[in-house]
């Protein structure tokens, strides 16, 4: 069992930057894949991005890539999200999600999400 509690969700303009985090619980965090899901209303929850359990490999969908960047601290049972040149087309929950012996690059792969924490950009 995996417990996932993100924050450094808010407000943010156009342009700017937010870091998010995402604390696991257990002790066989650095076994797991993670990954970053969004959901805006009215749309379906979609994949961001990706790091399999080493922090070797990473994975974005295109819309982000270039502006956003995964990294994982095992060490801290934390992975994080660093979101650069933020547009207001990011606004969304964004959701935390861990998977067994595969890439969370969409929802049927995760195993457990976490809360959400709540991204607004403003233009």
């Known amino acids: 069992q995996v417990q996932l509690v993100e924050s450094g969700g808010g407000l943010v303009q156009a342009g700017g930057s937010l870091r998010l985090s995402c604390a696991a619980s257990?002790?066989?965090?650095?076994?797991?894949?993670m990954g970053w899901f969004r959901q805006a209303p009215g749309k379906e929850r979609e994949f961001v991005a990706a790091?399999?359990?080493?922090?070797?490999?990473?994975y974005y969908a295109d819309s982000v890539k270039g502006r956003f960047t995964i990294s994982r601290d095992n060490a801290k049972n934390t992975v994080y999200l660093q979101m650069n040149t933020l547009k207001p087309d990011d606004t969304a929950g964004y959701y935390c999600?861990?998977?067994?012996?595969?890439?969370?690059?969409?929802?049927?792969?995760?195993?457990?999400w976490g809360q959400g924490t709540q991204v607004t950009v403003s233009s």
């Open positions: 999600a861990a998977a067994i012996a595969t890439i969370p690059r969409d929802r049927q792969s995760v195993s457990y």
């Open positions: 257990g002790r066989t965090f650095s076994t797991y894949a």
């Open positions: 790091i399999n359990w080493s922090g070797s490999r990473t």
